[in-house]
């Protein structure tokens, strides 16, 4: 059995530098993806985890690319390409950082002395729901009591203020879930492959900040929760269901 | 593991610096040749990276090389498995973005969106890894777990990397990973793992593709079985983002879960396709990791990397070195370490020097360890139908 148990979302970095300084110190050095994905997980985690060095990880890489900085970076070199000449160019080491495909995943790791099961997944689209089967997979399998999905991603390759990180806990057995006060238990994730590959949209987090959205209004207890993945939110192959059941 | 579960390689697809096949690459490495080179055109751009293992086959300027560089392996490793696409998952790693120069500028290539145009034709579970150079081990064991556990019957697994531009040359130079040129170097001798010469290793570009199926459906289809997959195990070092452990404790982790989930002791292990990236403290690590594990079997083990010479072709590299111990577990032969003369002081293990061992080898251990401390290992057997 699989339950949520807490989830965050963060989106504005000012507010956790004002709010959580001791959480702005451990993040400041990395991107704003991985900045923001790290203060959900360990909100989440610090709120609801039993034992936080024990929980098994999937971790969804930002699509975009690292930061950026990263991406300005990328095209000063390619002009000192065109002009023939990078002899002189140099990168910040720091920067280098956020070409780590799973930062998230290996910093939460060193805040909790982490060595528990651990998937780094990629930010392509729809990953997300990959990253909720694998959730259900690994609860299942029973070794570990908990598992955390977390994702970030910024909204595009050159802005450094806007973009978005959510992280879910979950748990073998079930707890309420803080917003509701009652109990969520994944059911299912469904996937039936639609008749033609469409266009979506990459973005590491938002699919999950969507079923996040549709968990808070539902309100009808004892009621299954049936979420239709948006085209968008999804990989463009498979037409993706997520079912989930809220009781006392 | 039951009978039914059973889970076999049956078909391979490769590009490296040593061809466009897994076999250039296993002749390459019997012979002990490297396939690192000079790169003119980074010579001509003036950084001070100028040598890499480059795939060949794919013209360099190709903006889309990145997906071609892996459809190429994908589609081989299909033809080889007489599989189609659409009876597989999908377990691989795209990387990192490519940044190049194109006609009209900068050109920015992400490595999802890659995944996606590489996915589509993929049944599912397809699945994107990203765990740095540990991606392409990562993902054989993530396509060996979900085969074993009923959730697929058969997938495409491993990974494709575009490196040798710029953008990361200069990156790793930065970081003081890769080995940087000097006056009257000999590229081919670039990387150099385990040696006490070592000083970094050569990026590269490459792709490694396998099919894994039940062995139950490779013998109703009449497949030719390369080789079993029996365990895997990941882990973090959960140390530091730049080094490993100095005492390799996260290495050393999910090669013991990997075997433990093989059902294998640790001197039943009769070769080791390591990391060997020819870094200072990433080859103590591994050495310390290794030896801990081994206890006195690691002086009767053979151990062997083919970063000498192939070069780091990081998401891929794990899927290449796949295929090679496949190939070792098939033959018995476990290639030389390619660059490595003389090993340096704390790197001592039964290296393969200069020559090809024919060892007999039936079961083999094959681990990476990622940049951020992420890890994983395959136990690989000699398929026994």
């Known amino acids: 059995m699989t339950y949520l148990v807490a989830a965050a979302l963060k989106n504005d970095l000012a507010a956790i530098r004002q709010s959580s300084p001791e959480v702005w110190r451990q993040v400041r050095r990395y991107n704003l993806p991985v900045q923001l994905t790290l203060a959900a997980a360990f909100e989440v985690t610090n709120a609801a985890s039993a034992d936080p060095a024990r929980v098994a990880v999937v971790s969804l890489a930002p699509c975009q690319p690292g930061s950026a900085d990263l991406y300005r970076w990328g095209q000063v070199v390619t002009a000192g390409m065109v002009n023939g000449n990078l002899g002189d160019t140099r990168m910040n080491p720091t920067q ?13 790791a060193i805040r909790y002395g982490n ?31 908990e598992a955390l999905l977390m994702a970030g991603d910024q909204d595009c390759a050159e802005d450094w203020a806007n973009g978005t990180g959510v992280a879910l806990l979950f748990s073998a057995s079930p707890k309420p879930y803080g917003p509701l006060g009652q109990s969520v238990r994944l059911v299912a994730v469904e996937r039936q492959r639609r008749p033609h590959p469409d266009s979506t949209r990459p973005h590491a987090a938002a699919g999950l900040c969507g079923l996040l959205s549709a968990l808070a209004a539902h309100d009808r207890e004892g009621a299954a929760l049936s979420y239709a993945v948006p085209l968008e939110d999804s990989d463009g192959v498979d037409a993706v269901t997520v079912r989930m059941e809220v009781s006392r | 593991m039951t009978g039914e579960r059973r889970v076999v390689i049956t078909g391979t697809g490769a590009l490296s610096a040593l061809g466009a096949t897994p076999e250039e690459l296993w002749s390459g490495l019997l012979e002990g040749r490297s396939g690192i080179g000079r790169v003119s055109r980074l010579v001509t751009s003036g950084i001070s990276v100028t040598t890499g293992g480059e795939v060949r086959a794919v013209p360099h300027d190709r903006l889309d090389r990145d997906r071609e560089i892996a459809e190429r392996a994908i589609e081989d490793a299909l033809v080889a498995a007489r599989c189609d696409a659409a009876e597989c998952g999908f377990m691989w790693s795209t990387g990192l973005d490519t ?13 999802g969106l890659c995944f996606t145009d590489l996915s589509s034709r993929f049944r599912y579970p397809r699945r994107m890894i990203a765990a740095a150079c540990a991606s392409g081990t990562q993902a054989v064991g993530e396509a060996f777990r979900l085969i074993r556990e009923g959730r697929a019957e058969a997938c495409v697994a491993g990974g494709s990397s575009v490196m040798l531009t710029p953008f990361y040359l200069i990156g790793f130079a930065g970081l003081q990973a890769v080995a940087v040129d000097y006056e009257g170097d000999e590229p081919s001798a670039a990387c150099r793992p385990f040696d006490r010469e070592r000083r ?43 080094r490993p452990c100095d005492d390799g404790a996260g290495a050393e982790l999910c090669m013991r879960r990997a075997l433990s989930d093989a059902g294998v002791a640790p001197g039943s292990i009769d070769a080791v396709n390591a990391h060997a990236t020819g870094t200072f403290l990433g080859d103590l690590a591994e050495v310390a990791a290794l030896r801990r594990l081994f206890q006195d079997d690691w002086r009767r083990i053979p151990v062997s990397g083919m970063k000498g010479a192939i070069g780091h072709a990081m998401a891929a590299a794990g899927a290449l070195e796949a295929i090679v111990a496949a190939f070792t577990c098939a033959t018995g032969i ?24 024919f060892a007999g080898a039936r079961t083999v251990l094959s681990a990476s360890f990622g940049m951020g401390g992420q890890n994983a290992a395959i136990v690989l057997k000699r398929a026994e139908l």
């Open chain 2, 200 to 242: 970094g290793f050569a990026l590269a570009d490459g792709a490694g593709a396998l099919v894994l199926e039940t062995l139950t459906r490779a013998r109703q289809r009449g497949a030719r079985v390369l080789a079993e997959v029996i365990g895997f195990g990941m882990s973090q070092d959960g140390f530091d983002l730049n």
């Open chain 1, 96 to 108: 280098t950082l956020h070409a780590v495909d799973n930062l998230a995943m290996s910093a939460f």
């Open chain 2, 334 to 357: 476990v290639p030389p370490t390619v660059n490595l003369s003389e090993p340096d002081e704390g790197c001592e293990l039964n290296h393969v020097l200069g020559e090809p061992l």
């Open chain 2, 99 to 111: 940044f190049q120069a194109g006609a009209d500028g900068f050109v920015h290539r992400s490595a």
């Open chain 1, 115 to 145: 060595h528990a099961y651990c998937l780094g997944l990629g930010g392509a689209a729809g990953q997300a729901w990959a990253g909720l089967e694998a959730v259900q997979e690994r609860l299942a399998a029973g070794q570990e009591t």
